[in-house]
């Protein structure tokens, strides 16, 4: 077994945040406060954010692209945060089914121009996160800190300039499932060698900006 994890730094390209909403939450700078449908996605990512469970039911069937965004016409993402929930690509998905997910699962999604009506090409799933692992040494850590007032909880920053071996775990880290997500660490998936290693040999690993991690003995 391998004493390297690797976490998902994909939010330090900018390009890997799509100005997503769900159908019916309409393509304006201030939406009503009274939507509905607002309402619920904002509250939805509210629960990720605090790792409270998600019902698939809750997970809206179709996203489409506000106009201002133009990023429906880039080349296509294996994996991007689609209005604040993880999205992968199938290919992504394949690599994922093939090991230990543990409790985080694939969900389909429909995403859509910005017309609400042309689906963009190819299958898409949400990645949702079940598996938390508390194993993060924020103190022999660098290239973190704190997130807002939350002086527990960390966010990698592009700023920070975080490189390989950056980051520490505790060697509990290592049992379980192949992918999961630390509580210290805001929005940031995490993955086993193997995993990370599948993914490379799948071609998809570079939207997934894999920063290795160090792992130490307790």
């Not at 994909?10 to 390009?15: C, E, I, K, L, V």
């Not at 106009?67 to 999205?87: E, F, Q, T, Y």
């Not at 093939?98 to 963009?120: C, F, I, W, Y």
């Not at 660098?142 to 505790?170: C, I, Q, T, Y």
Request: overall charge positive; proline content about 7%; some cysteine.
């Amino acid at each position: 077994m391998s004493d390297v994890v690797w976490l998902s730094n994909m939010h330090r390209n900018p390009s890997t945040t799509y100005g997503y909403r769900p159908v019916g939450f309409p393509d304006v700078p201030r939406p009503p406060r009274d939507n509905e449908i607002g309402i619920a996605f904002d509250a939805l990512i509210e629960r990720q954010e605090s790792h409270l469970p998600i019902e698939d039911h809750a997970l809206p069937k179709q996203l489409y692209a506000v106009k201002r965004w133009a990023g429906h016409k880039r080349p296509k993402r294996d994996i991007l945060s689609a209005g604040g929930l993880l999205v992968v690509s199938s290919a992504s998905a394949d690599v994922l089914r093939a090991h230990n997910m543990g409790a985080s699962r694939l969900v389909p999604v429909n995403l859509l121009h910005p017309d609400q009506k042309t689906e963009l090409a190819g299958d898409w799933f949400y990645l949702v996160l079940g598996d938390g692992k508390p194993c993060f040494k924020g103190e022999l850590s660098r290239g973190v800190r704190p997130l807002g007032r939350k002086k527990e909880v960390f966010m990698v920053r592009n700023a920070d300039h975080v490189s390989d071996g950056d980051l520490v775990f505790s060697k509990t880290v290592l049992a379980g499932p192949d992918i999961w997500f630390d509580p210290a660490i805001f929005f940031a998936p995490i993955l086993s060698d193997r995993l990370a290693t599948a993914l490379k040999a799948a071609k998809v690993a570079k939207d997934w900006d894999l920063l290795r991690c160090r792992v130490i003995s307790d």
